[in-house]
């Protein structure tokens, strides 16, 4: 770990009063030219006694906006101390947990996964049509079956085609057979360029796509592609608990990567990562930008820096050893849900690094899935099976109720 370290709450309070200090302060300085302020004066009063013991509120009162990307040339100079934390969480989760090179990345934190999706699917196709000259009907998404639907989102909003690989059933594993027929058909039907999006845990299943399958899959039919991670869900627990892993950005092939930190991290909704490597954000450039200083090249304007502020904070509270055992905890937990499923002879589908236990409907009545709010996975009338998913909030004491419902049906039938 080099950047990743645990701060006492005394560190942490300093480091944020001292990047608040680096920024313009509405409440006091003259500053004449932004459409911004700190909040509202009536409801978020600044000299509230709470604030006091409360560094992070004292950064939601002053109002930083992190607009635009600051890993690459200049930036807004006003809320340049705030910027420098949104920084720090960047290079944690680019060279920490996905293995890049220091520096050689660049990234902001977005509204969430669908945004870095979309950017990612941005970045990407601008790639193809600025460097290879590519027509956007040469252009097609490739992902599994159980991929998130920001991605088919994506694909609509950027005018490319999309094609979904199915998945083995019980596996959620795509076949290589079945990806090399897609591709090669459509690579008969005019497609040269390829995104392959990888997931670091599905939202439904918690399975893990091996990114090597594209890269061999793609390479053996000799077409040009890039790849992109969604580990929106998986990017905060998959690389502790899987150890290191190739699934990383020291992957040649891997040139992006998605985490959300407002699931396992618990951070404020609006606080989805992109990172990718050096030298492709450039493709997603708005010349247009003109009234922000640097350039634009990110998919929202204005954003929120408390929120960057909020899982810088998350982070350095932890540090690594911290994190780890509360995943291992959490961890723990899956195996007990898992453990019970199959002394009860109930058909479930778990990747052993993740926390998401994917039961079969069949063994499971909709007064359960109502009573334990499991989420099914289509709302269609066609769903075959129902999520647990082991989030911090949920304990052995709540699987055990689950458990006991369970048993006490198969006791009736
Ligand atoms: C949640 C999720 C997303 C979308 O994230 P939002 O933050 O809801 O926009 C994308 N991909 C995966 C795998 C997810 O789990």
Redesign the pocket.
């Known amino acids: 770990m080099q950047y990743w370290k645990k701060y006492s709450p005394e560190e942490l309070a300093s480091k944020i009063d001292n990047a608040l200090k680096h920024n313009v302060d509405f409440s006091h300085d003259i500053s004449l030219g932004y459409p911004a302020s700190k909040l509202d004066g009536n409801v978020f009063y600044d000299n509230a006694p709470f604030l006091k013991d409360a560094p992070l509120l004292r950064a939601y009162v002053a109002n930083p906006n992190h607009i635009g990307c600051h890993t690459l040339g200049e930036s807004e100079h006003a809320f340049s101390g705030t910027h420098e934390l949104e920084k720090e969480v960047l290079n944690v989760l680019a060279v920490d947990f996905f293995n890049c090179k220091p520096g050689n990345f660049d990234g902001y934190i977005a ?7 979309i950017q990612a699917l941005w970045v990407y196709r601008n790639h193809f049509v600025n460097n290879h000259d590519a027509k956007f009907s040469e252009i097609a998404i490739v992902a599994s079956e159980d ?5 088919p989102k994506g694909s609509n909003l950027l005018g490319i085609d999309y094609i979904i690989t199915p998945v083995d059933f019980e596996t959620r594993m795509i076949q290589k057979e079945v990806l090399f027929d897609l591709i090669k058909t459509a690579k008969s039907e005019g497609k040269k360029y390829f995104i392959a999006v990888s ?5 439904m299943f918690g399975s893990v796509d091996d990114p090597n399958l594209f890269v061999d899959v793609l390479q053996e039919l000799d077409v040009d592609f890039k790849i992109h991670i ?5 990017g905060f627990i998959y690389p502790f608990s899987k150890g290191n892993d190739e699934i990383g950005l020291n992957n040649p092939h891997i040139s992006s990567i ?1 985490i ?1 930190a ?2 396992m991290l618990q951070a404020p ?1 609006g606080t ?1 990562v992109f990172i990718c490597k050096k030298g492709l954000i450039q493709n997603v450039l708005t010349k247009e930008a003109q009234y922000v200083n640097g350039m634009d090249l990110t998919l929202s304007g204005s954003r929120s820096g408390a929120n960057a502020m909020a899982v810088w904070m998350i982070l350095f509270s932890y540090g690594p050893h911290t994190w780890f055992e509360k995943i291992s905890v959490i961890l723990m937990r899956t195996q007990w849900l898992c453990d019970q499923l199959d002394m009860l002879r109930i058909g479930y589908y778990r990747h052993s690094k993740m926390n998401i236990v994917t039961m079969k409907s069949d063994g499971i009545p909709h007064e359960i899935e109502e009573e334990y709010d499991l989420v099914p996975e289509t709302h269609d009338g066609n769903n075959k099976w129902y999520k647990v998913v082991i989030m911090d909030h949920v304990e052995v004491n709540h699987l055990e109720k689950l458990i006991d419902a369970l048993k006490e049906l198969k006791a009736n039938q």
């Open positions: 509204t969430g996964g669908t945004e870095a999706n991929t998130h639907y920001s991605i997931n670091m845990a599905t939202t969604d580990a929106a869900f998986g998605t959300d407002h699931k909704y989805g």
